[in-house]
């Protein structure tokens, strides 16, 4: 079975231009997680979504950043415009129905995709 | 909200030694305390974690230690091997809700013949 999906790998744009990214989750998966990586540093969270609500987006710049998983399954990030501090790799993740898991003591592990390296120049 | 401290940043190893990395977080409320394998070039993955109800944890060479009173958790690797280089990052989250991982800056581990 494919993992997260993501795409495109790698994204080279100028500074005040549009850019979408672009998740495909593990099937199954309700939760679906945008994260930015800093070079040398951790993932930290943008927005998370439970189907297609997005439950915590307390951390996405709003006047730049958007999101959406109308469907339920997958997801698109966009940044319009973006700056030079936007470089960075924006990492998918994926995990199973958090209420589900906490009831059932299921897996809870969150699953990444490979990436996507935004340069912005 | 939850915070992540993790260290060494950096971590020098010879092949057949044995590698430790430690954390420590800041909400006593967080359960759940997953590792995470970062290869260049790729996600990180998942390598071992550990629920608060349980103090130690071992797959094979990794392990997982976690002392819930002092709020810290460690991962060991025995008999390190040279692909065990990568980033190691750890995280914390409370199991109910909508909490999310809040990972550590990371670790790279280099592993050396």
């Known amino acids: 079975e494919a993992g997260v999906v993501q795409s495109p790998r790698y994204k080279i744009i100028e500074k005040k231009q549009p850019v979408a990214f672009w998740c495909n989750p593990i099937s199954g998966h309700n939760t679906l997680y945008w994260y930015r990586q800093n070079l040398g540093q951790g993932p930290e969270l943008l927005i998370r979504?439970?189907?297609?609500?997005?439950?915590?987006d307390s951390q996405l710049p709003k006047d730049r950043f958007s999101a959406e998983r109308l469907k339920g399954v997958d997801s698109t990030l966009k940044i319009q415009p973006a700056e030079l501090g936007d470089s960075a790799v924006y990492l998918c993740?994926?995990?199973?129905?958090?209420?589900?898991?906490?009831?059932?003591?299921?897996?809870?592990?969150?699953?990444f995709g490979q990436g996507t390296r935004l340069t912005v120049v | 909200g939850e915070n992540v401290e993790q260290h060494p940043s950096t971590l020098s190893v010879q092949e057949g030694d044995s590698a430790v990395i430690k954390c420590t977080y800041s909400?006593?409320?967080?359960?759940?305390f997953p590792w995470y394998k970062q290869e260049l070039g790729k996600g990180p993955q998942l390598i071992i974690d550990?629920?608060?109800?349980?103090g130690e944890k071992k797959d094979q060479r990794i392990a997982v230690t976690l002392n819930k009173t002092a709020k810290h958790f460690s991962l060991h690797i025995t008999e390190t091997q040279p692909e065990d280089s990568a980033v190691y990052f750890c995280a914390a989250s409370i199991i109910a809700g909508y909490s999310t991982l809040t990972f550590g800056k990371g670790t790279m581990l280099l592993v050396s013949p």
């Open positions: 909400d006593s409320a967080s359960n759940y």
């Open positions: 550990i629920r608060s109800n349980v």
């Open positions: 993740a994926s995990s199973l129905d958090t209420a589900l898991v906490y009831r059932a003591e299921k897996n809870t592990e969150a699953f």
């Open positions: 979504y439970e189907n297609e609500e997005a439950v915590d």
